[in-house]
């Protein structure tokens, strides 16, 4: 596994972080490690309600979330992704999809198409590449385009 992949740790505010763990991509195809919500809880950013969430993500949340519950296959843990069954994209899958797509100008589907062929460590090194903040190195958020370690915001 490349050094881009292992885990990176960084500090702040005591919080220990990781960027771009296999454990941080959900079923779907999402990173959670640019999600805003999994970002302000591992760089420390206090809750504020109705502005600021936290998630440990998907998987190590348990999340039950809609396209898992719509999967019986998922359900069962028979798929670690989407990608895996015949009928990817199912209906669920798309809604979100077209929903990231047109939002944040990301496809949770394609996410799946790169997982399937070029396999989770190469998928994590493209998405450290994407994300990662010109300011500081961190992670740029794919929901409002802003690090949480240092606050810059990236422009559409």
């Not at 763990?21 to 809880?41: D, F, H, Q």
């Not at 504020?48 to 998987?59: A, P």
């Not at 077209?98 to 062929?117: G, I, P």
Request: aromatic share 8%; net charge positive; hydrophobic share 30%.
């Amino acid at each position: 596994m490349s050094k881009i992949v292992k885990v990176i740790c960084s500090y702040r505010l005591g919080v220990q972080s990781e960027k771009f763990t296999p454990e941080l991509v959900a079923p779907c195809g999402m990173n959670c490690g640019i999600c805003k919500a999994y970002l302000a809880y591992s760089r420390g950013v206090p809750k504020q309600r109705g502005k600021v969430t936290h998630c440990s993500g998907c998987l190590p949340r348990s999340k039950n979330c809609f396209i898992k519950r719509g999967c019986k296959e998922l359900r069962q843990n028979v798929f670690r992704f989407c990608f895996e069954c015949e009928q990817m994209p199912c209906k669920n899958l798309e809604r979100v999809d077209k929903r990231y797509r047109s939002r944040y100008n990301m496809s949770m589907v394609e996410n799946l198409k790169e997982l399937k062929a070029k396999g989770i460590e190469k998928f994590l090194e493209n998405q450290l590449a994407k994300y990662e903040c010109r300011a500081c190195g961190d992670v740029v958020s794919v929901h409002d385009r802003k690090c949480y370690s240092c606050g810059y915001i990236t422009q559409a």
